[in-house]
């Protein structure tokens, strides 16, 4: 067997009325959906009931999968002291996920930080199956920094395990909407909290998974949604299968958003292969891409592909313009996968012969020595955008207001401490803003005075 059912539910305690003591009431619709939930679960008979929760063990680049023999936990924290769990996990099952990540180079595991109790977005969707239904074990997942197609890709791993083993399992992905829906709420209001409420109920009551990887993540930031990457994991385990999607409520009285959406499998469906034509798809456009970018870009793409395939640093081309072979100045390469920075080294004045030789040294840095990265692998390379960007002089300024966050990179020194942040970043949207980080990439603190320079670039896509 493998993935027999998912369900798309929040997880606030509140809705427990040892938690509520009444409180639930306001949130009564969810309460019943969530209910209506739970009993559908326990008609399936699961032997495993896999939930991703945003509250357990996260981390950047790594999908940690709760290890051992099992976890208590309950919901004391929020004055419930008798509601208590003591859930065994299925090991077998979490050894089968861990060796197929594994063996692709997949950053998913039972390593790192163990989680000795239950958090409440596990819990939460337990107390209502429990009292309906008894006879699983579960699998506990946390979610990571990595991009959504590498939660879809979990996805994935999580239904090739479960099949493999012959497992019955149902996948819950935990996870509330946005939390800025109401100005009197407890984190106040933001116009994308209600957008995205909107879109992602859209979407998923449709389930139109391949719509999920549309939504940009500083927009996702934005409306402090905490449930999305759960959500494209669920995705990934239907990857392949035809689904019936049912939205059962959705609530915002709150503040916070909270749906219940459930999928029932119906059978395979090849044309829902949406990571698969996505990557198709990204392909595509950046070998298309590639093909048409001027000789800046194309030679540090010629740097990071020689250096990332065979370890050897090219030589300078003899075909180069002379603004590359002939004059100098500081570069910065830059490195995104799938939208997100995958490397970026740069140099803020020339250090070397010329400006070719500058640009195949940071391309090759970018792909290899910075420190907040692993190394790009051969297999990344055909889905890597890179930009090159050429400093001008920096001049010193007297203060922020000479600032410019789309036209003017800044430049903040302290000392020995010096920071660097390009001009027109996405997200980066005031000049404090974009001060405050370069700061930090500094170690400057701030309230500590700082001389500050401004730069131009001329970038290259």
């Known amino acids: 067997m493998s993935i027999i059912g998912a369900y798309m539910v929040p997880h606030p305690p509140l809705i427990v009325p040892e938690v509520g003591r009444g409180g639930e009431r306001q949130i009564e619709t969810t309460r019943a959906a969530y209910i209506r939930a739970a009993q559908e679960i326990s008609e399936l008979k699961p032997e495993t009931v896999i939930i991703s929760s945003p509250h357990t063990t996260l981390y950047s680049d790594y999908f940690h999968i709760s290890p051992g ?13 008798k509601v208590r769990f003591k859930e065994k996990y299925d090991e077998k099952l979490v050894k089968t996920i861990a060796r197929i990540a594994s063996a692709e180079g997949f950053p998913a595991g039972t390593y790192g930080q163990r989680s000795p109790e239950l958090d409440h977005g596990t819990m939460v969707p337990l107390y209502f199956i429990r009292q309906y239904y008894s006879d699983f074990n579960i699998v506990r997942i946390g979610l990571s920094g990595l991009p959504l197609e590498d939660h879809y890709r979990l996805g994935q791993i999580i239904k090739e395990a479960a099949f493999d083993i012959g497992r019955r399992a149902v996948y819950i992905a935990s996870g509330d909407l946005s939390h800025k829906l109401k100005s009197d709420g407890p984190y106040g209001f933001a116009p994308e909290g209600p957008q995205y409420d909107a879109r992602v109920m859209d979407v998923c009551g449709r389930a139109a998974f391949d719509e999920l990887f549309d939504f940009d993540e500083v927009f996702c930031d934005r409306a402090a949604e905490c449930g999305h990457r759960s959500f494209v994991i669920m995705a990934g385990a239907l990857d392949g299968t035809g689904v019936k999607a049912a939205k059962l409520s959705y609530e915002d009285v709150t503040g916070v958003g909270y749906g219940i959406c459930t999928f029932e499998p119906t059978g395979a469906d090849e044309s829902r292969r949406f990571l698969k034509k996505r990557q198709e798809a990204e392909e595509k456009r950046l070998t298309e891409a590639r093909a048409a970018c001027d000789p800046w870009v194309r030679l540090a793409w010629e740097s990071v592909e020689s250096f990332v395939r065979s370890g050897k640093v090219i030589n300078v081309p003899n075909d180069l313009p002379a603004e590359l072979t002939d004059t100098r100045a500081g570069a910065f390469v830059s490195i995104h996968k799938q939208g997100r920075l995958r490397g970026c080294i740069g140099t803020i004045a020339p250090t070397k012969q010329s400006l070719a030789k500058e640009i195949i040294s940071n391309a090759v840095s970018a792909s290899s020595r910075d420190p907040r990265f692993d190394p790009i692998r051969p297999d990344e390379l055909p889905f ?11 001049e010193d300024i007297s203060s922020e207001a000479e600032l ?14 010096r920071g660097l942040l390009l001009p ?7 000049v404090e803003e974009q001060v405050a980080i370069a700061r930090q990439k500094a170690g400057i603190g701030p309230h500590e005075k700082v001389s500050l320079q401004r730069f131009e670039v001329v970038r290259h896509t």
């Open 69 to 81: 023999k099992g976890a208590e936990g309950s919901f004391a924290q929020f004055g419930a002291f």
């Open 384 to 394: 890597l955008e890179i930009s090159v960007d050429v400093l001008g002089e920096p």
């Open 404 to 417: 410019d966050t789309e036209r003017y990179g800044v430049i903040v020194t302290k000392g020995g401490r």
């Open 424 to 430: 027109a970043l996405d997200g980066v949207d005031s």
